[in-house]
């Protein structure tokens, strides 16, 4: 059936270093989105992409979708406290644009202060 | 406005018991998706439903059981309880739309804190 991996699965980054997680998918994907999940929260949508191609920015995060619409990043600049969660991809079901979702198992990132 | 609103929070049942877990989505979100996270499997999909009906369904077995009212307020029910479906329970409600809307606008699911379920 349809997966999606990532990697790592943890990451533990001193304040102020850099991180990146990676989202592969085992078919093509309409869109992809991102999630973080806070210690004892929820998962909070943080953005979608859906162009081949397609990168955007908030403020020190950068999001890529690959070429192939298969493939995705989350990279954060300067990590800071705030940023400790687990980082979640999810891309809908093959051939469609809503409805179910297969999430990665998230990368858990800790920092260091 | 208020976001997705899940009761109760916790939850605590004993083997072969039943529980109906709920869901009220953001005022004007029909669609409405329930997903189990463990620590072992992470997080997965159990149903979505779309206007009183259930448009996807994930690999649960038929224990696992929902629904929606007309206000798309959603409940969903695990019969006959056993250790292993002790989890978190998220719903989540999105504002529905197809096709180029979807794709062209910003937002996902939006979330609720979850019901914590332990079978003891």
């Known amino acids: 059936g349809q997966q999606v991996m990532q990697i790592p699965q943890y990451q533990h980054v001193q304040e102020g270093e850099d991180f990146t997680t990676y989202c592969n998918s085992s078919?093509?994907?309409?869109?992809i989105q991102w999630y973080k999940q806070r210690p004892g929260g929820h998962p909070v949508f943080l953005i979608q992409l859906v162009k081949s191609g397609e990168v955007k920015k908030q403020k020190r995060l950068t999001f890529q979708f690959g070429e192939a619409k298969k493939n995705s990043s989350l990279h954060i600049t300067a990590t800071q406290t705030t940023d400790v969660g687990t980082y979640f991809c999810a891309g809908p079901d093959r051939g469609s644009t809503l409805g179910r979702l297969y999430f990665g198992r998230g990368t858990q990132l800790t920092v260091w202060p | 406005k208020a976001g997705v609103t899940q009761t109760p929070r916790y939850l605590i049942k004993t083997r072969g018991q039943q529980v109906t877990l709920s869901c009220s989505p953001i005022?004007?979100?029909?669609?409405v998706s329930w997903y189990q996270q463990t620590p072992g499997q992470g997080l997965q999909f159990l149903f979505e439903y779309f206007s009183e009906t259930q448009r996807n369904k994930g690999n649960f077995p038929g224990r696992f059981s929902g629904r929606q009212f007309s206000n798309s307020r959603s409940e969903m029910n695990v019969s006959t309880l056993e250790l292993g479906d002790s989890a978190l329970y998220l719903c989540a409600s999105s504002l529905d739309a197809t096709g180029a809307t979807r794709q062209t606008r910003n937002y996902g699911y939006t979330f609720g804190s979850g019901t914590r379920l332990t079978v003891v």
């Open positions: 005022s004007g979100h029909r669609s």
């Open positions: 078919t093509t994907l309409s869109n």
